[in-house]
């Protein structure tokens, strides 16, 4: 008799210990559930403040007013306008923007990305349809007019103007994009710029450059190599050029 209720006793303890290895289990994977969960709700948060963020910064970039004197304060310059009507003055005459116009675009971006500054690398460009038909324009002096980077190189960020030599979906498919966690892309804006090509030189006069404006940013962390594994910075892939404020 005694010997019997033994071996029930044993059998109940081992029908126990299984039970509680199975809630062990389940308790187990219900926590690492509910955690992925919470990370993947916390980054899509994050992607959305940031993707609002940048669609929102692009706007204010844009239509911020521009000091033409860049020794003065909006208050007390005589001279002061909307930073794409700067954008669009400079660009009309030979499409190439001057570095007064750069050094304008930068001091903007930098004020309105400042919240991002110790978290987030990023990209302001302007970018023209290459495969636009214009007389007197070839495809190759489309493309992007501006690109405006800024990277982190260890614990230092860096300023670039760049003029890539790799084509835009190449850029931010494969280079940008496809080497960086949690990319932010802004809602691109539509920019009509105009150039003149001259009647007297076979041109059509003032010709309206179908143009977008973005931005792109991410997590801060190191830029990836190129496609050629060169630099990204190189002059065969961004071809950038570091730029310090004065």
């Known amino acids: 008799m005694a010997l019997a209720y033994s071996k029930k006793a044993q059998a109940s303890i081992a029908d126990s210990m299984f039970i509680l290895v199975i809630c062990a289990a389940i308790s187990v994977l219900l926590f690492t559930v509910s955690m992925n969960h919470g990370k993947n709700v916390e980054r899509q948060l994050q992607y959305m403040h940031s993707t609002e963020y940048a669609t929102s910064a692009l706007q204010t970039i844009l239509y911020s007013s521009f000091s033409y004197d860049e020794h003065a304060s909006l208050e007390e310059s005589k001279e002061v306008d909307y930073l ?10 030979d499409g190439v923007l001057s570095d007064k116009t750069k050094a304008a ?44 980077l800024k990277a982190t190189e260890g614990t230092e960020s860096k300023r670039y103007f760049c003029s890539p030599k790799l084509p835009k979906s190449k850029i931010f498919d494969e280079v ?71």
């Open 84 to 93: 794409l009507v700067q954008i669009k003055t400079d660009y009309v005459h």
């Open 105 to 148: 675009v930068a001091r903007l971006v930098e004020k309105v990305m400042s919240p991002f500054e110790h978290s987030y690398d990023y990209v302001f460009y302007i970018w023209a349809k290459p495969d636009q038909k214009i007389e007197g324009i070839s495809g190759g002096e489309l493309g992007f007019i501006l690109f405006y």
């Open 176 to 246: 940008l994009l496809g080497g960086v966690g949690g990319p932010s892309v802004s809602s691109p804006v539509a920019i009509a710029l105009k150039r003149w090509l001259p009647p007297e030189s076979h041109g059509p006069g003032y010709a309206t450059i179908q143009s977008y404006a973005g931005i792109v940013m991410w997590p801060i962390t190191k830029l990836p190599p190129g496609p050629d594994g060169e630099n990204i910075l190189g002059p065969t892939n961004l071809n950038c050029t570091e730029f310090a404020f004065s």
